[in-house]
């Protein structure tokens, strides 16, 4: 694995590959590896030829103000380590500086692409994220060209509008990989975020994924969708240690929110505010046409 910082020498790097005939493969994180993480660089090195290229970078511009940009942990050697000690590590690693994506203020305005996306569910409580999260996906895909490109699942939204913007502006041409949410012995979605639970707030965390399946479970024994949902959201919903931000259900192929009587593939998406820690998570799974 190289470590490489610039977007020269990582041009350059990309071009010898391409020219062996390699697939570029590209998995952005903002580093804090886990094992979600490596998941997803597994996932890319079972493509054939792959030259899979991580990046992290920890962005500025998807994060508000109160955010915890400052906060977001940057653990850079312990990453490199975890990466070296893979049997299959990635055969880039992409770490550009702040001044590399953006030079001279390019940041200022990210293009509008969220639309409506991204004034809703996540969109809400984090305005302007998905925008800077777009623009810096969009300018790797720009650096990185590749061919192929690796999200995780646990991002319903982020993964929505990227395939969105993938469509929309280039062209369909990365493949985009939806990587299974890697989760603790107890269901909890690993996230570089967990480690700021307390003991008390952690203990409490599996009840997202808990209630998730109790939607999905009851909504299967034929409980109409308004109603899952609302007997489920309390169990959420704990002050002062938790408090529910959303529990819905969008339909996969819109991500609108669904009706009583859809049937097709949802999306069952919650985010909780633990102590002062946003935690997401959500299913897919398919409501029957009733007999
Ligand atoms: P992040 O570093 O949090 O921006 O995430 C980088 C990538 O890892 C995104 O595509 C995430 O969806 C993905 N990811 C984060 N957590 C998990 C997880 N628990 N399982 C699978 N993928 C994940």
């Known amino acids: 694995m190289k470590l490489v910082e610039t977007v020269s020498e990582l041009q350059s790097e990309i071009s010898q590959a ?17 094992e979600g993480h490596l998941s997803l660089i597994e996932e890319g090195n079972q ?16 994060f508000g ?15 490199i380590k975890a990466l070296a000690a893979l049997t299959n590590p990635p055969a880039l690693l992409f770490v550009p500086s702040v001044e590399e994506v953006y030079p001279a203020g390019s940041a200022a305005e990210p293009k509008p692409r969220a639309g409506a996306l991204g004034t809703v569910f996540e969109g809400v409580a984090r305005p302007g994220h998905f925008e800077g999260m777009l623009q810096v996906v969009s300018w790797f895909f720009e650096v990185v060209k590749p061919q192929v490109a690796v999200f995780g699942a646990k991002d319903a939204q982020q993964l929505f509008l990227i395939k969105r913007m993938v469509h ?5 041409s990365i493949e985009i990989i ?39 479970g009851s909504i299967s024994e034929g409980e109409k969708p308004s109603v899952a949902l ?5 169990a ?13 259900l969008v339909d996969k ?22 102590e002062s820690v946003r935690l997401i998570d959500n299913i897919t799974f398919y409501i029957q046409e009733p007999a």
Not at 65 to 79: I, Q, W
Not at 262 to 273: K, M
């Open 178 to 216: 939806e990587a299974m949410t890697v989760r603790e012995d107890d269901y909890l979605a690993k996230s570089s975020r967990n480690r700021f639970l307390s003991k008390e707030g952690r203990s409490f965390a599996p009840t997202l994924f808990s209630t998730l399946m109790q939607v999905q």
């Open 18 to 34: 391409k020219a062996l005939g390699k697939t570029v493969v590209f998995v952005p994180t903002m580093g804090a590896l886990h």
């Open 230 to 234: 609302a007997e489920a959201s309390s």
């Open 65 to 79: 103000k109160g955010e915890d940009f400052d906060r977001y942990p940057r653990t850079l050697e312990s990453d």
């Open 253 to 274: 192929s819109t991500f609108s929110p669904i009706s009583d009587g859809f049937h097709g593939e949802v999306q069952l998406l919650v985010a909780v505010v633990v």
């Open 47 to 62: 493509i054939q030829d792959a030259f899979v290229v991580l990046s992290i970078f920890v962005n500025p511009t998807q």
């Open 168 to 172: 929309r502006e280039f062209n369909d």
């Open 236 to 248: 959420l919903d704990s002050p002062p240690l938790a408090k529910l931000d959303y529990l819905a």
